[in-house]
C-alpha cells in the first residue's frame, strides 16, 4: 500500500538520521564505537535489512548487528545506506579526521630498513601468508559479539607507538605504523583481546618476526607481532583473554614491546579506539 510504503520510509529516514556525539546515535538505532579515521561503529538493524557503505555491503548478523571500519586516510565522509524490504534511506557519516605523530626510531639494523634482494623472496611469501589468512572469513556471531565495544588489552604497560604515526628508520621513511606498541619485558604472557580463531602462527617473520593473526570473525582480526613465543596453532580456537604467545623483541623491533594491530576488510583500525583507557601501574609495595 502507498501509505504504509511511506511510513516505512519514514521510519527508515528517522532511522538513520545522526547526530554527533560519544557514539553516532538515531531515533531507532544507536550506531556505538567512533566514526573517525582508525574506528569502528556498530548498531543493529532489522534482521534481513541489506546495508552498505560507500558502495560496500555490510555484514548483518542474524540479530541484526551491522559494524564498519574507517582507514587510517579515510575520507571526511562516508556515505551509509540502509534497504528494509522496498524503502531505502541514505544518510552521509561524518568522519573525524586525526592528526598523526612522526616517530623516528634509530639504530635499526640497516638489513631490515633496505632489505638485501636475498630477502626480497622471503619478503614476499610472507606478506602472501599474512594476507591469506587476513582474507579467510568466519562467519561467527559467538565471536564478535562479546567483543564489540569490550575487547582488552593483550598486555598492560606504557604505550610506546600509537596508531598512524609516520615513523621514520634511521632517517629513512617507511609506512605509517598501524598498531599501538605497549613496552613491557621480554617474557610477558599476550592474552587473546576478544574470541576467535588463530588464523597465522609463525615464529620468525622478517619484519614482524614473532607473529600471530587472530580472526575475530566476519572480517575483523588482531595482528601480534614482534613475539619471543607463540604458544597457539593454526585452527586454534581462543577465549578471550587465553595466553597465546609472549612479549619479545623479533624481527624489526629495538627492544622489546608487543605491536598489536587491527584490521577489517583490509582496513587497518586502531586498536586502542576499541579497548578501554589502558589501566594505571601498580605501585609496588614496600
Known amino acids: 500500500m502507498a501509505t504504509t510504503g511511506a511510513k516505512t520510509r519514514t521510519a527508515l529516514a528517522a532511522l538513520l538520521m545522526l547526530v554527533a556525539g560519544g557514539g553516532v546515535r538515531a531515533d531507532c538505532i544507536e550506531l556505538q564505537g567512533r566514526a573517525m579515521q582508525g574506528g569502528l561503529v556498530w548498531g543493529r538493524v532489522d534482521p534481513g535489512s541489506q546495508v552498505t557503505l560507500d558502495g560496500a555491503a555490510l555484514d548483518v548478523l542474524p540479530d541484526g548487528t551491522t559494524f564498519a571500519g574507517f582507514g587510517r586516510d579515510a575520507a571526511p565522509a562516508a556515505e551509509l545506506v540502509l534497504r528494509r524490504g522496498d524503502a531505502e534511506c541514505r544518510q552521509t557519516l561524518a568522519v573525524a579526521q586525526r592528526d598523526y ?10 638489513q631490515t630498513v633496505t632489505p638485501d634482494p636475498q630477502h626480497q623472496a622471503r619478503i ?31 598486555v598492560t604497560g606504557p604505550i610506546s607507538g600509537v596508531y598512524g604515526s609516520q615513523r621514520f628508520y634511521n632517517g629513512v621513511p617507511r609506512s605509517p605504523h598501524y598498531g599501538v606498541d605497549v613496552a613491557v619485558p621480554t617474557g610477558t604472557p599476550v592474552g587473546a583481546p576478544g574470541p576467535g580463531v588463530i588464523t597465522l602462527a609463525e615464529p620468525d617473520l622478517f619484519f614482524s618476526g614473532g607473529t600471530i593473526i587472530l580472526d575475530h570473525g566476519y572480517g575483523l582480526s588482531s595482528s601480534f607481532l614482534h613475539l619471543s613465543e607463540v604458544t597457539v596453532r593454526v585452527g586454534q580456537e581462543v577465549a578471550a583473554g587465553e595466553v597465546i604467545g609472549a612479549v619479545g623483541a623479533t624481527g624489526r623491533a629495538t627492544g622489546p614491546h608487543l605491536d598489536w594491530r587491527m584490521s577489517w576488510r583490509g582496513e587497518r583500525v586502531d586498536p586502542q579506539l576499541l579497548a578501554p583507557p589502558m589501566p594505571a601501574p601498580v605501585s609496588g609495595g614496600g
Not at 101 to 110: A, D, L, M, S
Not at 131 to 136: E, F, I, S, V
Open 124 to 154: 614476499a611469501r610472507e606478506r602472501r601468508l599474512v594476507a591469506a589468512a587476513k582474507g579467510q572469513r568466519h562467519a561467527r556471531p559467538e565471536w564478535l559479539h562479546p567483543a564489540l565495544g569490550q575487547f582488552r588489552w593483550p
Open 101 to 110: 605523530h612522526i616517530q623516528r626510531v634509530e639504530g635499526v639494523p640497516q
